[in-house]
Nanobody, 124 residues
């Protein structure tokens, strides 16, 4: 599959916002689940949110519900992660990943296609 390319990371203060973008190929935005994951130093990679590009069904980890919003623009072949009310514990490298078909949860091991990641740093 064509690579996924993340962008939009950066440094913000607590309470601030960032919007991450995941640029995908034409084939990837059709009937795929696109997920956002993050990995902080010394911690395992964890799922944050996912969206099924077909119907737009969304899924969120409890830690980000009400603060993060995942969306997709199939015409632009891009999936976004709007992150509001950021906390220092949101600091991590954020990755987008793709798998064909519906979203079956936020387990990293069911996503075969990954981007290189973008750093998000939230200071207190």
């Amino acid at each position: 599959q064509a690579p996924l390319v993340e962008s939009g990371g950066g440094s913000v203060q607590a309470g601030g916002s960032l919007r991450l973008s995941c640029a995908a190929s034409v084939s990837t935005v059709v009937a795929h689940c696109i997920g956002w994951f993050r990995q902080a130093p010394g911690k395992e990679r964890e799922g944050v949110a996912a969206i099924y590009t077909g119907r737009g069904n969304t899924y969120y980890d409890d830690s980000v519900k009400g603060r993060f919003t995942i969306s997709r623009d199939n015409a632009k072949k891009t999936v976004y992660l709007q992150m509001d009310s950021l906390k220092p514990e949101d600091t991590a490298i954020y990755y987008c990943a793709a798998r064909y078909g519906i979203c079956g949860g936020l387990a990293a091991n069911i996503f075969p296609n990954w981007g290189q990641g973008t750093q998000v740093t939230v200071s207190s």
